[in-house]
């Protein structure tokens, strides 16, 4: 075929196919697995990127020699109570509602927030830091001589992280000629992130 993805790493040197769906179920894990393994048995040294942090699902089809397991980790505000000045401005700056402002105090939505600093860099009295949390874990494994598997799993109350995740393991990935990409269900943040400059 004229327009196949075989020719078209051949003549580009990469390509990234994401593999989405809009509900839940094994049908888009068992089609990415099978286009990975397409790939692999051909000889392109392939990457399987599950981007689905919460439900990491193609492992289950594979048989994989997991070789290497890391934490995830981000960044989140640590407040100084006796600093703090109370005036809002942390609050009113975060898009996504992790920070509070209370009669006591800022208060935290540690599930919320994506540790993107705008409220450390916001607050006048400089009564925000950055603490490390981890997140989750994340592990690399080969299903094969051409095939490198990753996926990572985030806590319960670290799923805003998801789409940084995603991101992450892609890049992790970039220099395998071909990755396929498992993209979590749905149309949201994560499902765009891993479609984001997919040739198909």
Request: proline share 5%.
């Amino acid at each position: 075929m004229r327009n196949s993805p075989m020719r078209a790493v051949e003549q580009a040197g990469r390509f990234l196919l994401s593999v989405a769906s809009r509900h839940g179920g094994l049908a888009s894990t068992a089609l990415a697995v099978d286009l990975a393994l397409l790939f692999a048995d051909a000889g392109y040294e392939t990457a399987l990127i599950d981007a689905d942090a919460s439900y990491p699902s193609v492992g289950s089809r594979l048989a994989v020699a997991w070789e290497e397991a890391s934490g995830v980790a981000g960044v989140q505000p640590e407040i100084d109570a006796l600093r703090c000045q109370r005036c809002g401005a942390c609050s009113d700056f975060c898009a996504f509602g992790a920070l509070e402002l209370h009669s006591d105090g800022i208060r935290r939505m540690p599930g919320a927030c994506n540790g993107c600093g705008g409220c450390r860099r916001v607050c006048p009295s400089h009564a925000i830091s950055e603490k490390q949390r981890l997140l989750g874990s994340s592990r690399q494994g080969s299903a094969g001589p051409h095939l490198t598997v990753i996926a990572a799993r985030l806590a319960p109350d670290a799923r805003c992280w998801e789409a940084a995740t995603a991101a992450w393991l892609k890049y992790s990935m970039r220099m395998k000629p071909v990755q396929i990409i498992k993209a979590p269900p749905g149309l949201g943040r994560v499902s765009r992130e891993s479609w984001r400059e997919a040739d198909r």
